[in-house]
């Protein structure tokens, strides 16, 4: 099994600032990998996939990148709306997820 | 407008059954594959199975196998989850989900869920 790991598990930053989290797979997904983003009591919401192809309607300060075991998911300047928890998901070998990073605002 | 919304959660016993459903709506049902993901209680997110488009191949986590069984009918726009043998490590929001294309890879529209409580 693939084991998908997420860095930092929680983040604070200032509204403008830019965020970079991390997604590690324990062997290599090519660039078979999304990036979600949930808010509390809510669905995840499809942010990226294919490691760096944005989604429909995704504000473009989202940005993926990275391919074999490590990917990154920056955004370019915090915003409000940003604040949820983030997880990353493989899908070259079954379907894994990370465990999540939290993003709060200061 | 793609909706997708699950049914049929709720508390049942150790060792009982229970049937969830996720109705479709939006989208040609049949030409996309579908999953369940579940979310315990303040964790993250763990796939649980997943179904082609058609229902003839089916994959399914470890920890499901044997206990679980996924199944579609295209006719009604609806996946059901049939779900045995529960244990309150199952306990958990369950999520359907719709791959974007006819193959299984990430999901692009996702239901709010339904809880599943299991606990005597």
């Known amino acids: 099994d693939i084991h998908m790991t997420q860095s930092p598990s929680t983040l604070s930053a200032s509204v403008g600032d830019r965020v970079t989290l991390t997604c590690r797979a324990s062997q290599s997904v090519r660039t078979w990998l999304a990036w979600y983003q949930q808010t509390p009591g809510k669905a995840p919401k499809l942010l990226i996939y294919k490691a760096s192809t944005l989604e429909s309607g995704v504000p473009s300060r989202f940005s993926g990148s990275g391919s074999g075991t490590e990917f990154t998911l920056t955004i370019s300047s915090l915003q409000p709306d940003d604040s949820a928890t983030y997880y990353c998901q493989q899908y070259n070998n079954g379907w894994t997820f990370g465990q999540g990073t939290k993003v709060e605002i200061k | 407008e793609i909706h997708l919304l699950e049914s049929g959660g709720g508390l049942v016993q150790p060792g009982g059954s229970l049937r969830l459903s996720c109705t479709a709506s939006g989208f040609n049902f049949s030409n996309y594959a579908m999953t369940w993901v579940r979310q315990t209680p303040g964790k993250g997110l763990e796939w649980v199975t997943a179904?082609?488009?058609?229902?003839?191949?089916?994959y399914y986590a470890d920890f499901v196998k044997g206990r679980f069984t996924i199944f579609r009918d295209n006719s009604k726009n609806t996946l059901y989850l049939q779900m045995n043998s529960l244990r309150a490590a199952d306990t958990a929001k369950y999520y359907c989900?719709?791959?974007?294309?006819?193959?299984?890879?990430?999901?692009?529209?996702w239901g709010p869920g339904t809880l599943v409580t299991v606990s005597s």
């Open positions: 179904v082609s488009r058609s229902g003839n191949t089916t």
């Open positions: 989900a719709k791959a974007p294309v006819a193959t299984i890879a990430y999901f692009d529209y």
